[in-house]
């Protein structure tokens, strides 16, 4: 199994540029999320989904957009980048009811 | 609003020392406690998880976790670290069927 895959691994955005970061998993998981990590700052919560149709904001969504229209994918969308963003995001999914994050290895996103 | 608090930032031991790592929540209801550890250059991965039962989890690599309801913490435990524990540790926090947020971290650095 591919686990939860992200993509690309690393970017490099000029500021009011858009993008989407990709992430899939096959593990038939219910749950995925998107995190953030910054330096002293810790995992901190962009939005998260529990299931096909359904988003909720996390801790920080501004900036942020996100849609889940099949249980595999949660693409992050960055509709005007600012360097604000630049950041390590990482994608998560879990089976809910009592089970633990299976994470990405991550995209590093440079916004200059 | 829920919250994951990490007392200490940046914690240095010698190898052969004790560890304890503080982490304390603001969370109504039966959440599920969660600790991952992230080696640098890596993504994270799950050291040990507490859903219900026995308080006192045993994790990978001889780490072990006592939550404690009264005091909303979830503490975690080594007796005896080595140099390959460097790494950041972070304590997570979620309901069942709900999102899962994540404290600042703590960076461990063991001196060989």
């Known amino acids: 199994n591919a686990g939860v895959t992200q993509t690309p691994k690393f970017q490099v955005l000029k500021t009011g540029q858009s993008m989407t970061l990709q992430c899939a998993q096959d593990?038939?998981?219910?749950?995925m999320s998107w995190y953030r990590q910054d330096p002293g700052m810790g995992l901190r919560l962009i939005h998260y989904?529990?299931?096909?149709?359904?988003?909720d904001q996390g801790e920080v969504p501004n900036g942020y957009n996100v849609s889940r229209s099949t249980t595999e994918d949660f693409p992050l969308r960055l509709l005007s980048a600012a360097p604000s963003q630049t950041s390590v995001y990482f994608c998560?999914?879990?089976?809910?009811?009592?089970?633990?994050?299976?994470f990405g290895n991550g995209t590093r996103l440079t916004v200059t | 609003a829920q919250s994951v608090s990490q007392h200490n930032h940046h914690v240095i031991l010698s190898e052969a020392a004790s560890l304890e790592l503080g982490c304390n929540y603001s969370?109504?209801?039966?959440?599920?406690l969660f600790w991952y550890v992230q080696y640098p250059g890596q993504h994270l991965q799950l050291l040990l998880k507490?859903?219900?039962?026995?308080?006192l989890v045993k994790g990978i690599k001889g780490f072990e976790a006592e939550f404690i309801k009264s005091k909303f913490s979830f503490n975690l435990r080594k007796p005896s670290v080595q140099w390959s524990d460097t790494a950041e540790y972070f304590c997570?926090?979620?309901?069942?069927?709900?999102?899962?947020?994540f404290g600042k971290g703590t960076r461990l650095h063991i001196l060989p």
């Open positions: 998560a999914s879990w089976r809910g009811a009592n089970s633990p994050l299976h």
């Open positions: 593990m038939n998981h219910e749950y």
């Open positions: 989904s529990v299931g096909a149709g359904i988003t």
């Open positions: 969370y109504g209801g039966t959440v599920n």
């Open positions: 507490y859903f219900s039962g026995d308080p």
């Open positions: 997570a926090v979620g309901r069942r069927d709900d999102k899962i947020i």
